[in-house]
């Protein structure tokens, strides 16, 4: 079974101070990706995937299939970044695709 | 872009009764939805896969009979939590796929007296 692991459940770090979240997969197929985000009061929606290998608020991921891992990276923190981040896995099968979640990063930028 | 909508955002109930929460694509049509519960300050799981025109897959743990899906139309589906307990007590989020990216919807912040 496919697994989603984020070791840090909380990640404090000041303004202009690089952040990385940890993401680790276990999963024997072709994974796909995704970091999700949730600002305060608001709904979860889509930061990046891998396929895209796009940088969105300054924020990228890269796939590392020989340590499974996807962690998120930003080389300068905003304030604005303060929000809780989930790591995702999408699995294709008969019914469709699903994600399962890590149990999400809470990262706090400080000013 | 897609929206995913969910009513009622808040629902207050008593131990026994049951709870219906929809889910709807706003502006996409969705032959698949999914329900998530979450706890406070824990990670989304996956309850169930909705399918518009059959039965819905339950995930290994959730009762059937507890949680009842019905998905109506292709942009409609439905969750009633019957005879709803404290436990029931969460958040439930659903989302609907469109051009391969999950949409979610606000969440429904259950609590049964």
């Known amino acids: 079974a496919q697994r989603v692991t984020q070791p840090e459940k909380l990640l404090s770090v000041f303004k202009g101070a690089p952040v990385e979240l940890k993401c680790n997969y276990s999963y024997s197929g072709s994974p796909e990706l995704f970091w999700y985000v949730q600002y305060s009061r608001q709904r979860l929606q889509l930061l990046l995937r891998?396929?895209s290998r796009e940088s969105i608020k300054g924020f990228t991921a890269d796939l590392n299939k020989g340590e499974t891992s996807f962690h998120l990276k930003k080389p300068f923190a905003q304030e604005e970044d303060s929000a809780m981040y989930y790591c995702?896995?999408?699995?294709?099968?008969?019914?469709?695709?699903?994600?399962?979640f890590g149990e999400g990063t809470q990262l706090t930028v400080n000013p | 872009g897609a929206v995913v909508s969910q009513h009622p955002s808040w629902v207050i109930c008593k131990s026994g009764t049951s709870v219906k929460i929809e889910c709807r694509s706003l502006d996409f049509q969705a032959t698949t939805m999914f329900w998530y519960r979450q706890f406070p300050k824990q990670s989304l799981m996956l309850m169930a896969t909705?399918?518009?025109?059959?039965?819905?897959?339950?995930e290994q743990g959730v009762e059937k009979d507890k949680f009842l899906i019905n998905h109506a139309s292709l942009t409609l589906s439905t969750l009633t939590v019957t005879s709803a307990h404290p436990e029931d007590s969460s958040f439930y989020i659903c989302?609907?796929?469109?051009?391969?990216?999950?949409?979610f919807g606000p969440g429904t912040r259950l609590t049964v007296l």
């Open positions: 995702a896995l999408s699995v294709r099968e008969t019914s469709g695709s699903r994600l399962t």
């Open positions: 891998h396929i």
């Open positions: 909705s399918n518009e025109g059959s039965k819905a897959t339950y």
């Open positions: 989302s609907a796929p469109w051009w391969n990216t999950q949409y």
